[in-house]
């Protein structure tokens, strides 16, 4: 019978990142200011 | 019932500066892109670094305005997260490593088990003024502690040894103890590993 299945079942199992994970994106992208200046972006972190 | 946003109004939202917006996306959009991480990598811990490093480019590239596919949020994501699979395997071609195979870790072949100099150093001092203070033990105790822990003896065979019923033998390890307890309070000895 053809091998409809994959060969590692592993491949297809569903994962979330962690919900910290998601926080730390949040938090660094409040913290992510990026100025423009005469046509050069300035990045700062505001920590 | 409100109908969740779509994509490209909340990247809108958020490049005007409304934060939730990112929120509103990332958790739309974590299952998809993670497993589609993890089916590649197939390593939980890398596929969470990788839709992190993903979603900073994304933020940075979102706050700078440099974001021109309008409608197709997702595709560009995905894509990110694709050239970063590819980095990450790139890297590990360049540092291989041998992770072996299946269930057979190498690493459980090869453990050290043994201690570091400077913790074989306290636990010999630590042995050396145990043998001190069991020298300040009565003889009967003495003798008992030393069979029992130095040589191994069951108290059957201390007491086949020594001459005493193993009950007495027994009596004499516990009170060894209770009074090495004492000494060890008495002169403020610290015994630790």
């Known amino acids: 019978m053809e091998q409809i299945y994959p060969e590692k079942q592993d491949k297809c199992r569903l994962v979330k990142a962690k919900p910290e994970t998601v926080e730390f994106l949040l938090q660094y992208s409040k913290s992510l200011n990026i100025v423009n200046h005469k046509g050069i972006k300035f990045e700062n972190n505001l920590n | ?193």
Do not use: C
């Open chain 2, 1 to 193: 019932m409100q109908l969740p946003a779509e994509d490209p109004i909340l990247v809108q939202n958020y490049i005007s500066g409304d934060e939730k917006a990112l929120e509103i996306l990332i958790n739309k959009h974590n299952q998809r892109i993670t497993s589609f991480i993890y089916s590649k990598v197939l390593d939980r811990a890398i596929a969470e670094d990788i839709f992190q490093d993903t979603f900073i480019k994304v933020i940075k590239t979102l706050k700078r305005g440099a974001y021109n596919e309008e409608g197709k949020f997702l595709p560009w994501v995905m894509r990110i997260a694709h050239n970063l699979i590819i980095d990450h395997f790139r890297r590990n071609k360049r540092m291989p490593k041998f992770e072996g195979s299946g269930d057979f870790n190498i690493f459980s072949v090869l453990g050290d088990d043994k201690l570091d100099a400077e913790r074989q150093l306290i636990k010999d001092q630590i042995e050396n003024d145990l043998g001190l203070l069991i020298e300040e033990l009565p003889d009967d105790q003495k003798e008992v502690l030393i069979m029992r822990m130095y040589r191994d003896m069951s108290f059957k065979e201390i007491s086949e040894n020594t001459g005493v019923s193993i009950n007495t033998a027994l009596g004499r390890m516990r009170y060894a103890l209770i009074n090495l307890r004492k000494i060890i309070d008495k002169n403020n000895i610290v015994l630790t590993n």
